[in-house]
């Protein structure tokens, strides 16, 4: 009799589905038949001005280590996260992307017995890292898509481990306050660690800036994450990071893989935090396309979500589908986000101008076609 390796899986994953990414221009291009070159991808969050110069030169010179194994402490790039942010390395933890840390983080402080509060339409890899694990996830409903902290802050029990919020959350875009995370931290018990995943913080300024490092030495259960993947243009490379206390830091550093982060990824991201110029052109490129591609959305008679972060939720009805095959077949890839419980929206990366514009044409075009254009 054949063996059921289904059955021989721990019972968390055997439930799981794999996390889905946005689709690949050459996965595409090999479906339909359409050149490469000519898809426009707008799905994955990705930046779209391509790597800095700093960063490309940075990882061209360290190909001649290639033999070598990483550094697995990551001095350089914890030396320079530590001058950029005002805290010591012993705070800092690395990982292969943040979705890398986030899996650490649950899998050093919950298990079968715990509890981890995350919020309706939040980031899919929360619910995934819990069930993997065999913890109990308690997603709490939404208010106006996004966290509703005080609701959150109510269900924490006594079986509570850790709370997911991301600040500002994807896929929806929104954003709390400087205050409104600070009121919230202050109603967590220190028993209760509290995830804050900044992954698209870099995209806010000034009083709009909820920056959860100040907090870190009033909230010792705080831990914050970050990525290059984002603003810093290495999602390739997989760069990720969390800051929090030296004694949370010190558990993590137990579990995370050695040599997690290689040697390219490590020399980009060092020397990309120094390319201050390549930061703001991406801030002025992504402001600009959320305002094209919102009114872009007026004009055609669309309901979204107004986003802080490099992509924006829009609500194409009830056959979003059918409007997401229909931009796939004109070279245009989005992301379909009906498993975050949104199934008539698509979700749509911040590109150039000139693939925004491209972008509602085709969606313009895919209206039409399922009978719901203006």
Not at 77 to 86: D, I, N, V
Not at 261 to 268: F, G, I
């Amino acid at each position: 009799m054949a063996v059921d390796y289904q059955s021989l899986a721990v019972r968390g994953v055997q439930a799981l589905s794999p996390y889905q990414p946005g689709k690949p221009i050459e996965e595409l291009a090999r479906e339909l038949g359409l050149e490469p070159s000519g898809i426009i991808k707008l799905a994955s969050n990705e930046n779209p001005l391509g790597p800095s110069e700093k960063a490309l030169s940075a990882a061209r010179n360290a190909l001649s280590e290639l033999c070598l194994y990483p550094d697995g402490n990551g001095f350089d790039l914890k030396r320079a996260l530590s001058e950029r942010y005002g805290v010591n390395p012993d705070q800092i933890t690395l990982g292969n992307g943040s979705n890398d840390v986030l899996e650490v983080i649950a899998r050093c402080f919950a298990d079968s017995d715990a509890e981890v509060i995350y919020s309706q339409y939040a980031f899919a890899v929360y619910p995934l890292v819990t069930q993997a694990i065999g913890a109990r996830g308690v997603s709490v409903p939404a208010r106006d898509w996004g966290h509703d902290l005080e609701a959150m802050a109510n269900a924490v029990t006594d079986r509570t481990r850790l709370v997911f919020v991301a600040n500002p959350n994807n896929p929806t875009g929104t954003v709390h306050t400087a205050d409104a995370i600070e009121a919230f931290l202050e109603r967590i018990p220190e028993r209760v660690l509290v995830v804050l995943d900044e992954a698209y913080c870099e995209y806010l300024t000034g009083d709009e800036y909820p920056d959860g490092v100040r907090l870190l030495s009033r909230f010792p259960n705080l831990i914050v994450c970050r990525t290059f993947s984002k603003a810093w243009g290495l999602a390739a490379l997989r760069v990720g990071y969390s800051l929090s206390s030296p004694e949370i830091a010190d558990i993590l550093n137990r579990v995370r893989q050695p040599f997690n982060v290689d040697t390219v990824a490590l020399s980009a991201a060092t020397a990309v935090l120094s390319d201050e110029d390549y930061l703001v052109r991406s801030r002025e490129v992504n402001a600009a396309g959320l305002i094209q591609l919102a009114d872009g959305f007026d004009r055609l008679g669309l309901s979204y979500i107004p986003s802080v972060g490099n992509f924006i939720a829009v609500d194409v009805g009830e056959k979003a589908g059918a409007v997401y095959q229909s931009l796939l077949s004109q070279g245009v890839i989005v992301r379909p986000i009906g498993g975050y419980g949104m199934p008539g929206h698509l979700r749509v990366s911040v590109g150039l101008p000139e693939e925004n514009a491209r972008f509602l044409e085709a969606l313009s075009t895919s209206l039409n076609e399922s009978g719901q254009g203006v």
